[in-house]
Structures are given as C-alpha cells and as structure tokens.
C-alpha cells in the first residue's frame, strides 16, 4: 500500500529550528505535489504549505517567513524547514501528497500519519 511517511518531529524551545520530512513509501512511488498540513488539540486541520508539481509553493498567513517547502526529487521526499518555532506552532504535523505509482499513473492522494511537533516557551 503506497503511503508517506513524515519524520523529524520532537520538542524545541521558542526559537529553535526544525525539518520535516516526508518520504514515500517504496522506490516506485513518485511525489507529484505535496502539502504540510498541522492540527492543534481542539482546532481544525489547517494548510501551513504547499508545494504544487510546477514548484509553485503556498503558505499559511501564520508561518509566512518562517518556515519554508523544498523537495528532494532524487530522494523523493517532501521537507518543511522550520524556523523561528513559536509554541502556537505547536501541533501535529501531516504531509499530504498526490502520488503516482508504475501501474496508477493518474495521481491521488494519501496522507501520512503525522507527526509531533511540540515549541516550549
């Protein structure tokens, strides 16, 4: 089953930095597009970025200037750098990518299972 898997979660102080990633499950498996998206306890799920497949990325109002989207296409991974963090920044962090595979050539999307990102003040 094709999936994304994110990593680099933990905690950090105000201030600090740190990356995300999203990798794609299996060498066969392409990232076309992906976006990062963030829910808090008690909050909806809401976009912080979005990189299309024409590299045209999108930011949230909140993380604009802080945090910024980048891929890796021979390591078919998906990054959010993050810095400056702030504890409202605080939540769980999903990749969502529209993917191909050899034998599903029209793109879909799946959705990791996120990961904690936790900025202490």
């Known amino acids: 089953q094709v999936q994304v898997v994110e990593s680099g979660g933990g905690l950090v102080q105000a201030g600090g930095s740190l990356r995300l990633s999203c990798a794609a499950s299996?060498?066969?498996?392409?990232?076309?597009?992906a976006g990062w998206y963030r829910q808090a306890p008690g909050k909806s799920r809401e976009l912080v970025a979005d990189?299309?497949?024409?590299?045209?990325?999108t930011y949230g109002d909140s993380v604009m200037g802080r945090l910024t989207i980048s891929r890796d296409n021979a390591k078919n991974t998906v990054y959010l750098q993050m810095n400056n963090l702030k504890p409202e920044d605080t939540a769980v962090y999903y990749c969502?990518?529209?993917?191909?595979?050899?034998?599903?050539?029209?793109?879909?999307?799946?959705w990791g299972q996120g990961t904690q990102v936790t900025v202490s003040s």
């Open positions: 299996g060498s066969t498996t392409s990232i076309k597009a």
């Open positions: 990189l299309s497949s024409d590299g045209r990325t």
């Open positions: 969502k990518a529209d993917v191909t595979t050899p034998w599903r050539t029209a793109a879909y999307t799946v």
